[in-house]
């Protein structure tokens, strides 16, 4: 949504080419996001702060690029019903990115353990038989390196039963950015001529 800002004398805010705050008519005002808004009417000088401007939505009926008049939404606040799903699909985007990623380490984990055991099996085939001691001590080595290869397949085994879901829409940014769509709809006016406020 776009801001103005106003005060009740109908005098706006602009910004002159040099970025400096100065007062203009309601034709010569300028549109600014909420925070910039915000900030220069923190910054507004003494003489400015004076004349008690304020951050309005900016609202009412205007001309679009065809000509055709359309009618701005009104501020618009969305309610704690629809903005709490920006947590609630981050929490879901969060949760998938981390299964995504622990797939991978899993996957390079397994891989390293095999290699490991190839190694394990050609030193057994290629080098002088052991005494008892140190046959037992190759055995650890191989029920190690099985037992952490069980753990992660089934570790990956439950993350790969995850259906595959695509996460690009649920960051926080994405739906953020859909709820603040919401504040900048308008109508098109369809009739050929526009019914004033008390008109006949």
């Known amino acids: 949504m776009d801001y103005i800002i106003k005060n009740d004398k109908n005098l706006y805010i602009k910004l002159s080419k040099n970025g400096k705050a100065e007062t203009c008519s309601k034709e010569s005002r300028q549109l600014f996001g909420y925070q910039k808004a915000v900030n220069i009417l923190n910054g507004l000088p003494k003489t400015l702060k004076r004349l008690k401007f304020r951050v309005e939505a900016a609202t009412g009926t205007v001309p679009d690029k065809g000509g055709q008049k359309s009618i701005l939404c009104k501020e618009y606040i969305p309610s704690e019903d629809i903005t709490r799903w920006v947590e609630k699909f981050g929490t879901c985007n969060d949760i998938l990115k981390d299964a995504e990623k622990r797939m991978e380490e899993l996957n390079a984990e397994l891989s390293r353990l095999d290699k490991e055991l190839v190694d394990i099996l050609h030193r ?8 008892l001691y140190r046959g037992w001590m190759v055995y650890k080595k191989i029920k190690k390196n099985r037992e952490r290869r069980r753990e992660l397949k089934d570790e990956l085994l439950i993350i790969s039963s995850v259906p595959r879901l695509k996460t690009d829409g649920l960051d926080r940014q994405s739906v953020q950015k859909r709820i603040d ?9 369809r009739a050929a001529e526009e019914v004033e406020d008390g008109g006949t």
Not at 182 to 188: D, M, P
Request: net charge positive; no cysteine; proline share 6%.
């Open 124 to 131: 057994i085939e290629f080098e002088s038989p052991k005494d």
């Open 181 to 189: 769509g919401l504040s900048k709809r308008k109508y098109q006016i």
